[in-house]
């Protein structure tokens, strides 16, 4: 009984996502698919209390180049995006970023009302990753490891030993105040 109630409730929210413009698909049970340019996953989950539902709206994506940027200057970015947007949580996960906000809804309508409010606070949150995004790349693009070219480091290394090891010898032999001792 529980399963028909929740296949009810989203094909509610599929109809009234429709109406509103956007193209709506169930995936699996309680995982939605939402298209409007960038495809919005939703996933849903039913509470405790009667007909509340909890929502989480998920927008993945990419920056060109993104593999390149140093990856703590990434954390930066998202450590900003999250410090300056207060409703939607941005993550890096290994080649892009998840941007989520988290809600309750009871209704179909206030799933769309909770989606509008969602897809707003997702493109701020969009809009000041690409605002600062273009700084980090300058800042703190990657720079290939450099090799030294037209002497082998090794050799020289070798002879900086042998010269440590002879200092110390000749030292083991000095006195303090600059007195001479004879052996």
């Avoid at 920056?63 to 930066?76: H, N, Q, R, T």
């Avoid at 090794?154 to 900086?160: I, Q, V």
Wanted: one cysteine or more; hydrophobic letters at 40%; a positive charge.
């Amino acid at each position: 009984m529980n399963m028909k109630r929740e296949q009810r409730f989203i094909k509610m929210v599929s109809r009234r996502m429709t109406k509103a413009g956007f193209e709506c698909k169930m995936v699996e049970d309680h995982f939605i698919v939402i298209k409007d340019g960038k495809p919005f996953e939703v996933e849903m989950w039913n509470t405790p209390g009667w007909g509340k539902r909890r929502v989480h709206f998920h927008l993945t994506f990419a920056f060109e180049d993104m593999g390149k940027v140093m990856p703590e200057a990434l954390m930066w970015l998202v450590s900003e995006s999250n410090n300056h947007n207060d409703y939607a949580t941005t993550r890096l996960l290994r080649d892009h970023f998840s941007c989520c906000v988290e809600t309750s809804v009871r209704t179909a309508k206030e799933f769309v009302r909770e989606f509008g409010f969602a897809y707003w606070q997702i493109g701020n949150a969009y809009q000041d990753l690409v605002a600062n995004c273009n700084k980090i790349k300058n800042e703190f693009w990657e720079q290939p490891v450099r090799r030294p070219i037209g002497f082998l480091a090794d050799r020289y290394m070798e002879e900086a030993e042998k010269m440590n090891a002879c200092k110390l010898v000749a030292q083991s032999y000095t006195t303090f105040a600059g007195a001479n001792k004879t052996k």
